[in-house]
């Protein structure tokens, strides 16, 4: 079965950049999209198609892809950005969608 | 504005049947698909399966094909998740969410606790 692959946790200092990735082998042909999950809350949308910010979404949020690697950078973390990060994409087919299995970023 | 609002919690023994409900407004419920959201205490986001409104056509993520029935009633603009004959093991938070591309719409979850 397809599966995406992300680094369970992450610390990080306020102010400095946190890069967060995912893995799949469709990834070259299906976007990527990342989501934040504080606790608590239902997740919200902070990058679509790969590299596009939803409005709402602080700019200090990007996203990239490059090969079979999608990766979520926040730049000049913030100590309200501590939450669990999940990419989410589908399979090569695009009929089954799947997420990773999330990062939990702890802001030091 | 898009709102999904989603059926109180529930407690149930294993065995029970149970239908939890996502009720949608600020748009119409055949025009996009919905999918279904499973997650574990402690754990990450399960995809379940989709629905199209419009037309009923439904997806299933193998992992539980077998166990759930999404449906959707548009006439009230509402989409289901079903089990009927829960186990200790489906014990979640559901989650529902509308799929514009991404998902853009959440509800605010389903806390479905099993226990005998």
């Known amino acids: 079965s397809y599966e995406l692959t992300q680094p369970p946790s992450m610390s990080v200092s306020p102010g400095q950049t946190a890069r967060i990735t995912c893995s799949g082998d469709?990834?070259?042909?299906?976007?990527a999209y990342w989501y934040q999950q504080k606790p608590g809350q239902a997740p919200i949308l902070v990058i679509h198609k790969d590299t596009e910010r939803p409005s709402g979404t602080p700019e200090r949020f990007t996203g990239s892809s490059s090969g079979t690697t999608a990766t979520l950078t926040i730049s000049g973390v913030q100590a309200e950005d501590e939450a669990d990060y999940y990419c989410q994409s589908t399979d090569r087919s695009a009929t089954l969608a799947i997420f990773g299995g999330g990062t939990k970023l702890t802001v030091l | 504005e898009v709102q999904l609002v989603q059926s109180g919690a529930e407690v149930k023994k294993p065995g029970e049947s149970l239908k939890i409900s996502c009720k949608v407004s600020?748009?119409?419920?055949?025009?996009?698909?919905i999918g279904w959201v499973r997650q574990m205490p402690g754990k990450g986001l399960e995809w379940m399966g989709v629905?199209?409104?419009?037309?009923?056509?439904?997806i299933y993520s193998p992992s539980f094909q077998v166990h759930v029935t999404i449906s959707a009633d548009t006439s009230i603009n509402t989409a289901y998740l079903q089990w009927s004959s829960l186990q200790a093991s489906d014990t979640a938070m559901y989650f529902c969410?509308?799929?514009?591309?991404?998902?853009?719409?959440w509800g605010q979850g389903t806390l479905v606790t099993v226990s005998s």
């Open positions: 469709a990834l070259p042909k299906q976007y």
């Open positions: 629905i199209y409104p419009g037309d009923s056509e439904t």
């Open positions: 600020g748009y119409n419920l055949t025009t996009h698909w």
């Open positions: 969410a509308r799929l514009n591309g991404a998902i853009d719409y």
